[in-house]
T-cell receptor
């Protein structure tokens, strides 16, 4: 069966520090992968999606970047965090089934 | 421009009664709609979906209704239970599949004992 792993679960980082969040998927090949952010009082905002290794599409301009070094690995990064980067970050994958996305358990990022 | 709108940020319903969550969309190309449920500090989980060729889909206590002419869908939960307290996201996609989803902002459903 397919599973998605996302870590860490919580993270507190100072302003200006770097960020690296990792997401891996098991049990499937060539999934479409997504990074979403849920900021306080807002819905799910799509940040990046990837249809294959090295293929990254950005949906909104921001202080973040994404990479897909392997088929089932998706990384969200920042060189210098801003206070506005605080939020709940979700990784998701889809293989086209009727349920749409399968989400990871999320990372609560607080930038202080 | 928000293509999927959930205009009620929160909804409070008494246990045992019906909960009705609403969702409107503007993109006429959307043809597949989903509802997700999210508990705090967890990722959303798939609840129920409906294709545009249908106007109703039912799964246990959950029913989704689609009104294409009004570009409106709703999720009915009956009877409502305490474990239903969560944030519910409406999502839509174009092209007949469940990929490339656009999400609404969510409605926080609170079930009162």
């Amino acid at each position: 069966s397919q599973t998605i792993h996302q870590w860490p679960a919580t993270l507190v980082q100072p302003v200006g520090s770097p960020l690296s969040l990792e997401c891996t998927v098991e049990g499937t090949s060539n999934p479409n992968l997504y990074w979403y952010r849920q900021a306080a009082g807002r819905g799910l905002q799509l940040l990046f999606y990837s249809v294959g290794i090295g293929q990254i599409s950005s949906e909104v301009p921001q202080n973040l970047s994404a990479s897909r070094p392997q088929d089932r690995q998706f990384i969200l990064s920042s060189k210098k965090l801003l206070l506005s980067d605080s939020g709940f970050y979700l990784c998701a994958w889809t293989g086209g089934g009727p349920g749409g996305y399968t989400f990871g358990s999320g990372t609560r990022l607080t930038v202080v | 421009d928000q293509q999927v709108k959930q205009n009620s940020p929160s909804l409070s319903v008494q246990e045992g009664r019906i909960s009705i969550l609403n969702c409107d969309y503007t993109n006429s190309m959307f043809d597949y709609f989903l509802w997700y449920k999210k508990y705090p500090a967890e990722g959303p989980t798939f609840l129920i979906s409906i294709s545009s060729i249908k106007d109703k889909n039912e799964d246990g206590r959950f029913t989704v209704f689609l009104n294409k002419s009004a570009k409106h869908l709703s999720l009915h939960i009956v009877p409502s239970q305490p474990g239903d307290s969560a944030v519910y996201f409406c999502a839509a996609s174009a092209g007949g599949g469940a990929d490339g989803l656009t999400f609404g902002k969510g409605t926080h459903l609170i079930i009162q004992p």
